[in-house]
């Protein structure tokens, strides 16, 4: 209260004083707003902006060039979904013609890229940095354009990513960059190079920016912490374990906190299955930071095996993770910024993707046209071009409003590569036509889904998650069971706790689904899923068993097995590494109680103890669990190894 008394007073008091002083100029208070953007106190540039903007009334222009100021200052206090609006409303009154507009474009371009790039839209961060750069007339704009677009394209458009670079090791070339810049740089290349596996380019550069950074000190800051991580992984990547060892010790990983707190418990990786069409084989190195208040504030992907999206995915079931502020009081803040773990997917409750159920039904109307949609191409960047000439061409011949436009319009709004924002504008021409066409609710539903989640201002699950809850007030749906069910099972899987189970629950009782229904056994799965998770493994069970699937999951044994003996030592592997880290585990048990199926699903550091970790478990042996065809006695049980030096 005294703090805010004292902010009440000095409000007064600058009230008083404006009171004797002549108005301010809008130039001036811009200057000041400015003044105060380029400092610390983010929260006071943010109320000048807003002041500012409120006076701006008579000009678009000059309401355009504050807003996008404004965005950016949104952008820096975390407030994405607010500086996302700002940048749009900003753009969209910032004429493209006007030449002395040029460098706000690129500034609040900039602003909504890194706001896409937080949200995990790649795609669309990718189309706003090469925007910006289209618009930069300096060698510094532009690199600081290309940094961003050659970090994003890596993990949707790997070749235009190396193209990218070409263009900024040109601009490198004829610039007096400093060690920092060129480090950072050289970290682009290091991490494209690891994920389209070139590790012997990945450890040149990964090394030559930890050089440029003033090599393995014992000093250290956060970008001297990010590239000795590069350098590491892309060391084991290539198989050199050894000489890994030095670089990551320099990073800090490989000590676990001294504190009875196990942040391992919190994370919880993607099933296998979903959306995404995980695969077991699948796995992405992935890197967070913790807030304060629990949640973690940042997630990105550094390396994926399966395809560039992978990274991404992972990276969004990092994102979702959260601990409480008393949890987190008890790690270190330097334990909560920048960690990386290794991650895959956990096969204990594959599903099947809902919107692949949708897609079957969308498929079947349009064979009922004449039309059928062909199987997604292998390469997605190389393809879009073709298909956007195959979408120019059938507007040509048909015309724009054709059903046979909507074979073209959907290859290209599902390619990976093409930005959110176009995704959205075609999807609303797909949603209009099918609808002008007469498509049954089911078939519609994947188009709205489409367009819904799409035109979210950001992709956060916020954000995305309004967006899917205005299509249950949506007739057409709303009146069709199964369309209500599918819109509440992508509800369900962007709401934590409580909120999601209970959406699951509506799914399960619709007395208008059948019992073997996909979207009723689907929302039983989950359920179960998300029982088990919460430490009641009965109710899981229960929910299970309603789903008619043959259990095979240790979660939903009344007994699980539990391990009576090792027969292994501590593997010598991990003791050579001489560090710290854990490992959870995935693994079956057969009825006898041997092992089988193992396989590391989390770790921590990186790829330290993956191995270590599956071979300290192969030797264990678990009670044997009676099962009537005498095969698997437990299936998907986990298990999380702790590697410890000891006192």
Known sequence: MRRAAMTIAAAAAAVGAAAQQPARTLQQDFDAATSLSQ?????????????????????????????????????????????????????????????????????????????????????????????????????????????????????????????????????????????????????????????????????????????????????????????????????????????????????????????????????????????????????????????????????????????????????????GWSWTPEQVKELPRFYRYNVRVEMRCSTGFERQAVTTLLDDDLSAWLETKGLSVPDAPTNAATAAPAQRAALAAAEARDGRDSVKLLVPLLLLQSNPVVGREEAHDLAVRSLAIARAAGAPPRALLGLAIMERMSGATVGSQRAVGRALESLLTDPTFAADAQSRAAVRLLLADRRDGQAGAAILRQVAADPQLKADDPAKVGALVRLASREQSGGNPAAAKVAFEQAGIAPGQCALLDAPPTMTGNSGRFPEEARRWGFEGWTQTQFDVDADGRVANERAILSYPAFVFTRAGTDLLRTARFTKSYRPDGKLGCGSLTKRVRFTMGP
């Open 39 to 319: 400092g610390t106190d983010k929260a006071a540039a943010l109320a000048a902006w807003d002041a500012l903007l409120a006076r701006a009334t008579r000009s678009a222009r000059t309401a355009a060039i504050v807003q996008g100021r404004r965005a950016s200052v949104l952008e820096q206090l975390g407030r994405n979904e607010e500086a996302a609006v700002a940048a749009e409303a900003a753009l969209a009154r910032m004429p493209t013609a006007d030449p002395t507009l040029r460098e706000d474009r690129y500034l609040t371009l900039l602003t909504r890229a890194r706001v896409r790039r937080a949200t995990l839209d790649y795609a669309g961060a990718a189309t706003d940095f090469a925007a910006a750069e289209a618009l930069a007339d300096q060698p510094a704009m532009r690199l600081g354009a290309l940094n961003g677009l050659v970090e994003v394209q890596t993990f949707v458009d790997p070749a235009a990513a190396k193209i990218a670079l070409g263009r900024a090791d040109a601009l490198i070339a004829s610039s007096k960059l400093d060690p920092a810049s060129q480090a950072l740089f050289a970290r682009r290349r290091a991490v494209l190079a690891m994920n389209t596996g070139d590790f012997a380019t990945a450890q040149a550069e990964s090394q030559r920016a930890v050089k440029l950074l003033g090599g393995l000190t014992s000093q250290s800051s956060i970008d001297d912490v990010a590239a000795r991580g590069d350098a590491a992984l892309a060391l084991i990547l290539a198989g050199q374990a050894e000489r890994a060892r030095e670089y990551l010790a320099y990073t800090g990983q490989g000590r676990l906190p001294n504190t009875t707190f196990d942040p391992a418990r919190n994370m919880v990786v993607p099933d296998c299955g979903g959306e995404a069409a995980l695969k077991p084989a699948d796995l992405a190195v992935v890197e967070f930071t913790i807030g304060d208040d629990g949640a973690v504030t940042s997630a990105a992907p550094i390396y994926a095996a399966g395809g560039p999206t992978v990274g991404l995915e992972f990276a969004r079931a990092a994102a």
